[in-house]
DNA sequence: CAGTGAGCGAGCTTCCGCTTGACTT
């Protein structure tokens, strides 16, 4: 055994480091957290001075177990995790889980995995330093005071199983905010007019298109306006040059990396994040989750020597980047590859295209800047008041665009600039054609999933390790879904103007159609309108920052976390039972109408199992019947006939093979119900208008399918069957799962040799890891 | 997985931030 263990957070780091260490180090790694609280109760002593009751994950007590007995073997234990409010949180654990004492235990701290950062680190040692401890206390117990009081409170008073928090609670916000803007957005619309010239004489009759510097409010003015240009002149009215240059985007942190690559790749934030996973365990790249844009000086001289030997001393520019998010901590450095001139990697698609943009953006960062030249030109028409504008960009060094270009979020990227013939003042034009088109204004965009990462950045909520799984979360707590939505055809009036003729015409183009953007549901919605209404302290955009303010002082020792829990507490936790007492059920009911057959009232409410159309007052005395909304439906939009509709299931469509075909809809959407089976419409058929031939198409399709998937079965025993299911071949006998041992010829298997591999234990499905929907 | 929704009451759910595998039908 080695004379001292080095304990850092993640194994792949510590991989490394014992590299550089040498025999005498043994260095292991923590897993993050081994200390936390008690997931199944509040662990909070409220009456008591807040204290924490903190037990050992139960995922980690193998883990603690076996680093308690290395360090008690060795001399000394080097604590070595990260240097932020989390890290040396996860110091005093281990400490406390370890029994280490004091003289057998050092603190140690590095923001960068290189030789000289880590025997560096070993000779400066300190103590763990309790005031930032103390800060991480603060910040774990406020969550937990909050997470566990107010999920509590939508149980009782909106829906079971929902769930608030300091994080969560505020993206979910964002989204239903963004949706009511884009709902109360009035679209209006107004005529852009393009002209296209070319010069009147010389050689060069290259063709450049300007925009006339008026927009018209309608069909009437444009129209007039054309009438008018019909035998104008034209020509240059003036020619303006200016120098410009552009800069790179610093390296990427967990944040910008996620942006670029569900811009530039297409990745989720949760998939790049799985991919990033990979690269970093491969050695390829430094850690994946940071907030920051700094590079090691052995980075920054790696990617000089590189950029200048591919793109030559020129190209190189060395650059330090100063973080600009709320609330960074820096504790690692910013996402770049771990060897600067390896610019490509062996690996799956996906991990070669992200590392190709990694190494890019890093290595782009560190070239020198693009040197532009813009020309911005005026043209005159003898009939019109303004000037046509055209706008123009050369680049006269390239820098580093010769390698990365950053991406944008606007949708409308019609700022294209042309390359402009060379121009002088006064030069006569000839006009080609003019064309005035209606152009609408378009609605704020709604979020995709690194678009709300980025804007959770900039309020300070929520860390690079927590933005995946944050995102995640509020999905499946169906506050948020993501979709692709058609839009709906819209008309475009446009006028062209050519060889002296207007010509009108209309044309069709599809407005708000969205890939993959984040839209609130209905419980989201309501979710977030009792917030407001009872916790908009909590939900505030700024509430995060604030408090971080707190955590700041508590860690530089000016103030103690306890003092600061308490006085949010106090005043917390009075709402709660304010709120808990004094208001009644949050259902977000509306009123339809009556039934025209009953005379009823019909409502529309959440209930225990989501949006739902309810006949009948609940306190009458006869029951009131209910129908769930169908997918795509919601609360705020369904009209009184819609919702009736609901009610005509379920519809029997006649009878096949002797028995009834019923459709109806269920929990998980419309189905088809025939000889007790069930089968699920597809979206794109309509339940209320479906025939019975259609339902007999479902029904065979569903049979072809289900025979595709056995791939033995035995007439001895028809409960016993050899399928392919989604994760590969399995067994199943009775209704229960079998594993199929690794390297079995599913197809060659005896009914006796199924009956053996049901016996032995081994092939028992796992338990459940995730709780059932119910 | 499957057609629920009163009311009774037991027993369940839940936070954020650090980390990876093991595993799913």
Known sequence: MAKNLVIVESPAKAKTIENFLGKEFTVRSSFGHVMDLNKKKLSVDVENEFEPQYEISPDKKKLVTELKKMAKEVDMVWLASDEDREGEAISWHLFNA????????????FHEITKNAILNAIENPRSIDKNLVNAQQARRVLDRLVGYELSPLLWRKVKPMLSAGRVQSVAVRLIVEREEEIQNFKSTSAFRTLAEFTVSE?????????????????FDNAKAFLEKQVGAQFSVFSVEKKPGKKSPAPPFTTSTLQQEASRKLGYSVANTMRIAQNLYESGLITYMRTDSVNLSDFALAAAKEEIEKVYGKEYSKTRNFTTKSKGAQEAHEAIRPAYMNKSSVDGTREEKRLYDLIWKRTIASQMS????????????STTADKYFVASGEVIKFDGFLKVYIEDSD?????QESDLLPPLAKDEKLDLLKMTSTEKFTKYPPRYTEASLVRKM???GIGRPSTYAPTISTIQK??????????GVDRKIQNFELKDGKIKESVFTEIAGAEKGKLFPTDIGTLVNRFLMKHFDDIVDYNFTANVEKEFDDIAAGKNDWKKIIKSFYGPFHDKIEQTQDNSGKFSG???????PKTGKNVFVKIGRYGAMVQIGDTDSEEKPSFAGLQKGQSLETITFEEALKLFEFPRNLGDFEGEKVVVAIGRFGPYVNHKKLFYSIKKDQNPAEISL???????NEKREAEKLKIIKEFKEDETVQVLNGRYGPYLTIDKQNYKIPKGTDPAGLSLEDCYAIAKDPKNLPKKKVFKKKK
């Open 98 to 109: 370890l029994d280490l004492k004091e003289e057998h235990s050092k603190r140690i701290v």
């Open 202 to 218: 010389g050689k060069n009759k290259q063709v450049f298109t300007a925009e006339y510097s008026e927009r018209f409010p309608d």
């Open 369 to 380: 800047e693009a040197k532009l030249e813009k020309t911005n030109i005026q043209v005159q």
């Open 410 to 414: 606007e949708e409308n990227g019609e």
């Open 457 to 459: 950045e900039e309020l």
């Open 477 to 486: 707590r169906e506050y948020v879904v993501k979709e692709n939505r058609d």
């Open 589 to 595: 009911e509306r009123f339809l109408g009556q039934d």
């Open 693 to 699: 031939d259609q339902a007999i198409d479902i029904i």
